[in-house]
């Protein structure tokens, strides 16, 4: 599941100038969605790149090709001043329902606004959520009980956008039912609240790995080859690398150059991650030839306890190099496996082991070092259940 940020900014927010405030500090935090009223839209769009919800009384149309793309929301809401929010009595025959009549035409509206007050609301909701490519709910009194009902009746009808105010409202959203809801709807001005709910939405889509140990068996200094550093664009810390190797069932992990030496500055954007042949792992799961990496793609940032998340290259650098080709046995339910990588033959390259950080001129048989090993064979990047042979 894909986690997304809305940020709620219509005119119950206030005046233009602070609804611009709160979406330029959206904008900057990196939200996926703004909601603004219908008047709104256009200028939103002059603020910068993001998807626009707007509040709507129906009466939108399709976009076609001579319409006017910067007034048009990516989803037009039904619900506000309607019976959504309360300020309309829902019918007593739901089939008699304004805003269902207007999320059933083509064309009209795809999304719905929906505030639970009340057991008849959670009900309206539901109704909702099978016409509705997204379900907007914020509750009142109560906001736990509501959601957990709607994720376990709803199921995937629609997305569902849940209501909250701060960061860690967002996370027990994300979280309910270990499902949670598909995004949440931010209603504050606090930028600090903003910009950690999107720290939080990201938190909660990143993988969580489980690293392994390996035994070095044999360190042996090879010719020079095509070495591989990955410059990003983001900053590492120094318990974060990557993960490498020549063999896609078993990736070393490489620390970033976040250390100091007598002889060369810190880099905390780099990783020396070897010969061009190698894999370095994906944020989707997969792996990528260090050859294929350019500007711009993303990689895989991982720290000693399996955390991770993504950093986008900003520049690979290939020189010759001497290098060393370092071989491990990994224990495994069906006996030893046997992974190696090659790494360049230098003091600042450094392998997280048992005894902490080391730099690869220091190793020794006997080691252990962290590995992310799996048993299953890649093709493309994709692991697939195939007999692959990798020596």
């Known amino acids: 599941m894909t986690r997304q940020v809305w940020l709620k900014a219509d ?9 611009k405030r709160r979406i330029t500090a959206g904008l900057e935090a990196g939200v996926d969605w703004v909601l603004v009223d219908e008047s709104d839209v256009a200028r939103v769009r002059d603020l910068g790149a993001v998807n626009i919800a707007a509040f709507t009384n129906g009466d939108v149309h399709v976009m076609d090709a001579e319409a006017d793309e910067d007034g048009e929301p990516d989803a037009a809401v039904v619900g506000k001043d309607g019976e959504g929010d309360g300020s309309m009595e829902i019918p007593g025959d739901l089939s008699g329902s304004a805003d269902l009549s207007v999320l059933r035409q083509d064309g009209k509206a795809s999304a719905g606004y929906v505030r639970i007050f009340d057991e008849r609301y959670e009900e309206f909701a539901e109704a909702v959520a099978t016409a509705a490519d997204y379900t907007i709910v ?18 995937d009808e629609t997305s569902l956008v849940a209501g909250v105010t701060t960061a860690e409202e967002a996370r027990t959203a994300y979280e309910t039912l270990e499902i949670g809801a598909d995004s949440v709807l931010l209603d504050t001005d606090n ?9 939080v939405r990201d938190e909660m889509s990143r993988e969580q790995l489980d690293l392994t140990t390996a ?20 900053l590492m810390e120094h318990d974060e690398g990557m993960l490498v ?18 002889y060369v500055a810190s880099r905390p954007f780099r990783v020396n991650a070897g010969a061009v042949h190698a894999y370095v792992r994906t944020p989707d799961g997969g792996t990528k030839y260090l050859s294929e990496l350019r500007s711009g793609d993303e990689v895989q940032v991982v720290d000693t306890e ?6 986008i290259v900003g520049r690979v650098k290939i ?4 290098m060393f080709r370092i071989s491990a046995k990994v224990e495994t339910d069906d006996g030893v496996d046997r992974i190696e990588t090659l790494l360049q033959n230098a003091e600042t390259i450094k392998v997280a082991t048992a005894d902490g950080r080391k730099a690869v001129t220091d190793l020794s048989e006997g080691d252990e070092v962290r590995v992310c090993y799996g048993d299953k064979a890649r093709h493309f990047g994709e692991a697939i259940e195939e007999s ?4």
């Open 191 to 199: 930028v600090d609240e903003i910009r950690e709910t999107v720290e």
């Open 138 to 155: 914020v509750g009142e009194d109560w906001q736990i009980i509501p959601l957990e009902n709607l994720i376990a009746r709803i199921g």
């Open 306 to 311: 399996g955390r991770t998340r993504e950093a």
């Open 215 to 234: 035994e070095i068996t044999e360190i042996e200094r090879t010719g020079s080859a095509d070495r591989v550093c990955i410059d990003t664009g983001n």
């Open 388 to 391: 692959i042979i990798e020596k």
């Open 11 to 19: 005119d119950e927010v206030g005046d233009w100038e602070a609804r």
């Open 245 to 262: 190797g020549s063999m896609s069932r078993g990736l070393f992990f490489v620390h970033a150059e976040t250390a100091e030496s007598p």
């Open 319 to 322: 020189e010759k190099r001497p």
